[in-house]
């Protein structure tokens, strides 16, 4: 399963982006899908998951209260909407999608079997 990440670009701070992932086959309802960043020479952090079926979510602490993650279940696809935006949240941001995860391996990278390619987003000061 290849999915499709959209959406990245270049903001001033304190604007808005919204990214969108798509995810082809299987009903996207039948998968967590989760979004994580990556830094050049840093690890892969998670953001925001989605889960499987409940809709339940959970975002980092960094995000929290600032980006919002939903699902669209006729168009198969997950979107995190990204407000006030800061220059640390600069990096290259991946949606994932993974099956039957419990709720402590929501925010682990390596508990998803799939990955978008990735988009960029630039926030400047």
């Known amino acids: 399963v290849q999915l499709q990440a959209s959406g990245g670009g270049l903001v001033q701070a304190g604007d808005s982006l919204r990214l969108s992932c798509t995810v082809p086959g299987r009903t996207v309802r039948s998968y967590s899908v989760g979004w994580f960043r990556q830094v050049p020479g840093r690890e892969r952090e998670f953001v925001a998951v989605i889960r499987e079926n409940s809709g339940s979510t959970r975002y980092a602490d960094s995000v929290k209260g600032r980006f919002t993650i939903s699902r669209d279940n006729a168009k198969n696809t997950v979107s995190l909407q990204m407000a006030t935006l800061k220059p640390e949240d600069t990096a290259v941001y991946y949606c994932?999608?993974?099956?039957?995860?419990?709720?402590?391996?929501?925010?682990?990278?390596?508990?998803?079997?799939?990955w978008g390619q990735g988009t960029q987003v630039t926030v400047s000061s």
């Open positions: 994932a999608a993974g099956v039957r995860l419990i709720w402590s391996d929501l925010d682990a990278a390596a508990r998803y079997d799939y």
